[in-house]
Every structure is written in structure tokens, then in C-alpha cells.
């Protein structure tokens, strides 16, 4: 019996293109938030699910840091990486001339927006819950309307193309992560993704967590903050680093900042993702 693999729905999503590539032969099952797929995974209802994480342009997909960060059960497995491809869609009979308002993700309409400035400078923009969901918004929409949305929903959708690859940036792209109980054992190519902040905040207190990576020669490849939603002024540190946590090193350096931070957590150790033919 095939695993169920939950992701960002509705079908035709990025997130949907990332877990068929995670898992060509799962069984997929789209929800309406990153929340929905984490608390699938939680109650053990899905194997894992994917969910974004980091766009190239845009920065991290906060939603999913803190479902991570609250979720004690959830880690990190997996990771996938995509290039993102933009394609402006409108309902049949709809000219770009007559668009009035524009659909989309936050994060994909920020990521058009030279080109929505230059050739629809009047439109409207509304937020959509996910790219696909543009599409549905669009054909609801009284007046008329185009949506940011990728290929596969053009494709899968009653829509006529208006442009192609609107994106302002060729180099774009979006990683995602698969959530699961359990990460991934050493594969000799990995990274470690934690979370942690300060009981008492005092200076130095990030000079010397990093210094536990510096001490030991382990490539930082991302450090971010959150808030801790708790006390304005107050934040969660997130780091991203080469290796495993089961590895000498990593472990040596993880129980070292463990022993003076404060909600330490291991968000995961998973193998760093290559794209096929790499």
C-alpha cells in the first residue's frame, strides 16, 4: 500500500509538484493550509507531508517555521527544490486590457511585481491562499480577473494563457520540506535545521551560539530569527548547518548550545537535495 504524502493544495500547486517529486508513487492528498499538513502528520493520518519553506526571492514561508518551532511531534525529513515558472492566466474571453484585479499567493504576486507594475499598474491585487486557489478566486471574481498560477493549473483549469514566465527573476525558486515524526538517518550529505532561544537576553548570546559552529568548522548556511509571540523584543534563532546531527562534530557543537539557550529544538537532519542527474 502506497504511503499517503499530504501537501499545500488544491492540485496544481508548486507544493504539489515537489511531493510528486519526493514521492513519485505516494498517494497525494492536498489540504487547505501548511497548518492542515502538519496536523495530518501529527495525528498520523499521512506518512509525511510537504510544505514550503524558503523562496529564493521572497525569504522563509513563516507559517511553516512556526508550525515547526510550536510542533514538538514534526520534523524535518526531506527537502526539494523547484524552480518557480509564473504563468498569468485569465477565463476564457477575458482580455488582458479588461483585467481588473489580480490573484495569487502573497509570495508569488511579490515575486511578480516589476512586471504586474509595468503591464497592469491600475489592477487590483487580492492574496489567495495558494497559487491554485488564485485560479478559483479569478473565476468567483465579479470583475474581471487574472491569477498568478504554475503551468499544471493552466493546464488542469478551464483558463486561457495570457503570459508565460512573469516571475521578475529567472533564478527563483522555492525550497520545500517534507514533515514527518522522524527525520532522516546520516546519508553523508546532509544538513541540520534547529531552533532555540535565549532565557536571559544579554550580549553575546548569538556571538557565542555561533561560535559553537566557528569552534568546530561547521558551515553555517542560514541563521533567521522569529518571534517568540510571547514578549515584543523577544525571538526564536533559527540555523541551518552542514551535516547530520548523529555526526561527532554537529552533535558535539548542538549539546554545547543546548546547555545555555533556552527551547532548544532539532527541527530535523535530512540529505541536502539534488536534482535528478545532478
Request: hydrophobic share 40%; net charge negative; glycine share 6%.
Amino acid at each position: 500500500m502506497p504511503d499517503r504524502i499530504g501537501y499545500l493544495g488544491p492540485a496544481g500547486t508548486y507544493t504539489e509538484q515537489a511531493a510528486l517529486l519526493f514521492a513519485p508513487d505516494a498517494e497525494l492528498q492536498p489540504y487547505p493550509t501548511i497548518s492542515a499538513v502538519g496536523g495530518a502528520v501529527v495525528s498520523r493520518e499521512l506518512e509525511s507531508g510537504v510544505v514550503p519553506i524558503e523562496n529564493s526571492l521572497e525569504g522563509s514561508v513563516t507559517f511553516t517555521l512556526d508550525l515547526l518551532i510550536a510542533q514538538a511531534e514534526l520534523s524535518i525529513r526531506n527537502e526539494v527544490v523547484i524552480p518557480i515558472d509564473h504563468y498569468l492566466v485569465a477565463p476564457p474571453g477575458v482580455s488582458a486590457d479588461s483585467v481588473e484585479v489580480i490573484y495569487s499567493h502573497p509570495q508569488a504576486l511579490a515575486q511578480c511585481q516589476a512586471y504586474l507594475g509595468q503591464h497592469f499598474p491600475t489592477a487590483t491585487r487580492e492574496a489567495s491562499l495558494s497559487t491554485v486557489a488564485a485560479v478559483i478566486d479569478m473565476q468567483a471574481s465579479r470583475a474581471p480577473a487574472a491569477a498568478i498560477c504554475p503551468q499544471r493549473a493552466s493546464e488542469i483549469y478551464d483558463v486561457q494563457v495570457l503570459a508565460r514566465s512573469i516571475q521578475d527573476n529567472s533564478a527563483n525558486q522555492t525550497r520545500f520540506v517534507a514533515l514527518a515524526h522522524d527525520d532522516h538517518p546520516p546519508t553523508g550529505h546532509d544538513r541540520t535545521s534547529i531552533s532555540f532561544a535565549f532565557a536571559v537576553d544579554r550580549p553575546g548570546n548569538l556571538y557565542h551560539a555561533i561560535g559553537e559552529f566557528a569552534e568546530r568548522n561547521i558551515n553555517l548556511v542560514k541563521i533567521e530569527s522569529r518571534p517568540t509571540k510571547q514578549e515584543l523584543g523577544r525571538y526564536v534563532f533559527l540555523i541551518d548547518c552542514e551535516g547530520h546531527r548523529e555526526e561527532p562534530e554537529v552533535a558535539a557543537a548542538l549539546q554545547g548550545l543546548r546547555t545555555y539557550t533556552d527551547a532548544f529544538k532539532i527541527l530535523g537532519s535530512y540529505p541536502c537535495w539534488e536534482p535528478t542527474g545532478a
